[in-house]
């Protein structure tokens, strides 16, 4: 046992983009399909938690969200915190406060949820190492950080590694599972400083949460017509990464972009989280690409805003077009532009 009484732990996790969508999960936040991101390097979450030995029950005594409270964040956190006390024991007989920012505006298109929630599971595992006195090895740490982080939220269990990542059962992957994702090796250099510059066209909040999204699933007729595809997608996309394949790359996310919204429109009730300028920015990449042969795409998460997704030969390119083109169509001009990352960083 540690004999320190209070201390802080700090982890900086980083947001993914998925490239193999998530989208539907069965009972115990298991997902209907595999999917595969990449983590992202400048759209972090820093997380500082400081730990006290004192109740006999877990408690979170402070919650700050960008350094204020946040209630309703707060409540979501203290709740979870709550249901994972059985896995993590070592959360019986401690306080905590906790204070999460982000480097990127809320609801911009950027899945808060996974970086937060990444950052806070790594920095829970960082403190049942410390409570207990247990030396996980690498392996093990960043398994138990993903499984943690998936019961936040699905998405989350990608971003505690850095680099391409699986999150589901694929025979084809070892390691792969559905309870904690797994980091694929094996990248060809084409793709290995792949860049996403992020469109922002509306930072308003979506209609329907992606909680709503995954449970309308339960009864989508083409659900499992969609994960099928989804396996059939995820293994050619490998192939594509492994074989430094850009323009079947670019054909796989864009499909699985298309069909994410195609099955939020085929949900009873069907509903659009696209709005017409997603639409703009994607006949014009579509025709930037047709014009100058470059191997650039996008993808879409639940969301009205596009990844505009490009090897880092083609950034110059790239972003004159998006200065000359696409800005016009984005809330204030704005754009985020980010790529792939090493992962999270422990701070403290
Ligand atoms: C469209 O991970 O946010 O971004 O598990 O309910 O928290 P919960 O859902 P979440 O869903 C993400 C869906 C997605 C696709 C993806 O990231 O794979």
């Known amino acids: 046992m540690t004999t320190a009484n209070s201390g802080v732990i700090e982890w900086e ?27 992202l390097s400048e759209s972090v979450t820093n997380l500082t938690m400081e730990y006290s030995y004192g109740r006999n029950q877990t408690f979170l005594t ?3 969200f960008d350094g204020k409270p946040n ?6 956190i203290a709740d979870y915190l709550l249901a994972i006390t059985p896995i993590l024991p070592a959360l ?16 911009s298109g950027i899945a808060s949820s996974a970086s937060s929630f990444g950052a806070l599971a790594l920095a829970l595992c ?25 019961l936040a939220s699905g998405s989350a269990c990608r971003s505690v590694f850095g680099g391409f990542v699986i999150w589901g059962l694929m025979d084809e992957v070892p390691g792969s599972g559905d309870e ?17 510059s992020i469109l922002i066209v509306s930072s308003g909040t ?17 659900a499992s017509t969609r994960a099928f595809q989804a396996v059939n997608n995820l293994k050619r996309l490998i192939t594509s990464l492994t074989n430094g394949e850009l323009n079947d790359f670019i054909e796989i996310i864009e499909t699985e972009a298309l069909t994410l919204h195609a099955m939020m429109m085929t949900s009873s009730p069907g509903y659009f989280l696209i709005i017409p300028q997603t639409l703009e920015i994607i006949g014009k990449i579509r025709k930037f690409r047709a014009d100058t042969g470059l191997p650039v795409g996008f993808t879409l998460d639940a969301g009205p805003n596009v990844h505009f997704i ?23 001009s704005r754009v985020i532009h980010d790529k792939i990352g090493r992962g999270p960083e422990r701070k403290r």
């Not at 983009?17 to 298991?30: P, T, V």
């Open 13 to 39: 996790c980083p947001s993914n983009i998925a490239l193999i969508k998530y989208w539907g999960k069965k009972e115990g936040q298991i997902p209907m399909n595999p999917s595969l991101s990449f983590t």
């Open 62 to 64: 402070e919650f700050l």
């Open 71 to 76: 209630p309703v964040f707060g409540r979501k």
């Open 92 to 107: 019986r007989h401690i306080n905590l406060k906790i204070n999460s920012v982000n480097t990127f505006p809320h609801s």
């Open 126 to 150: 960082s403190l049942e190492n410390m409570v207990t006195g247990t030396e996980f090895n690498e392996v093990l740490f960043y398994k138990r950080a993903s499984y943690l982080a998936r």
């Open 180 to 196: 904690a994702a797994v980091p694929l090796t094996d990248i060809h250099r084409e793709f290995r400083d792949i860049r996403d």
């Open 206 to 222: 979506k209609a329907i949460s992606s909680s709503k999204g995954h449970e309308l699933m339960n009864r989508n007729p083409f």
């Open 310 to 332: 490009y090897p880092h030969p083609a950034e110059m390119d790239v972003r004159r077009f998006i200065e000359k083109d696409l800005t016009e169509y984005c809330e204030n």
